[in-house]
Nanobody, 115 residues
Framework: QVQVVESGGGSVQPGGSLRLSCTAS????????MGWYRQAPGKERELVAS???????NYADSVKGRFTISRDNAKNTVYLQMNSLKPEDTAVYYC?????????WGQGTQVTVSS
C-alpha cells in the first residue's frame, strides 16, 4: 500500500512564501512523475507543476517564475517552493505521484493568501 502525505500549507499575506513537501512511502521502486495540483472553491483541479524522475519540469503559466518544484528521489519526496504568492493562489494543494501503472493522491493541504 502506498501513502502520500503533504505538509507545509498555511496562511500567508500577498507577496509571501510557503514551501510544500510531499513524501510517498510503501511498495514503490521508481516514481516516474511527481506533481502538485490545486483546487480552488468552485473550480476544477488543475496542474500546478510536475517533475519527472530525470528532473525535467513542467509549470502552469500562472505560476511560472514564482514557483519552483524539486524532488529528492532517495527520499521519494517532492517540494514546491512558492514565492510572490497572490490571493488567486488560494486553494487546496494536492500531491500526485505516478509509479509503474498506478497513480496516488495525497489528502491535500490548504494554502490561503490573504491580507
Amino acid at each position: 500500500q502506498v501513502q502520500v502525505v503533504e505538509s507545509g500549507g498555511g496562511s500567508v499575506q500577498p507577496g509571501g512564501s510557503l514551501r510544500l513537501s510531499c513524501t510517498a512511502s510503501g511498495s514503490i521502486f521508481v516514481i516516474n512523475v511527481m506533481g502538485w495540483y490545486r483546487q480552488a472553491p468552485g473550480k476544477e483541479r488543475e496542474l500546478v507543476a510536475s517533475i519527472r524522475s530525470g528532473g525535467s519540469t513542467n509549470y502552469a503559466d500562472s505560476v511560472k517564475g514564482r514557483f519552483t518544484i524539486s524532488r529528492d528521489n532517495a527520499k521519494n519526496t517532492v517540494y514546491l517552493q512558492m514565492n510572490s504568492l497572490k490571493p488567486e493562489d488560494t486553494a487546496v494543494y494536492y500531491c500526485n505521484i505516478h509509479y509503474e501503472i498506478f497513480t496516488s493522491w495525497g489528502q491535500g493541504t490548504q494554502v490561503t493568501v490573504s491580507s
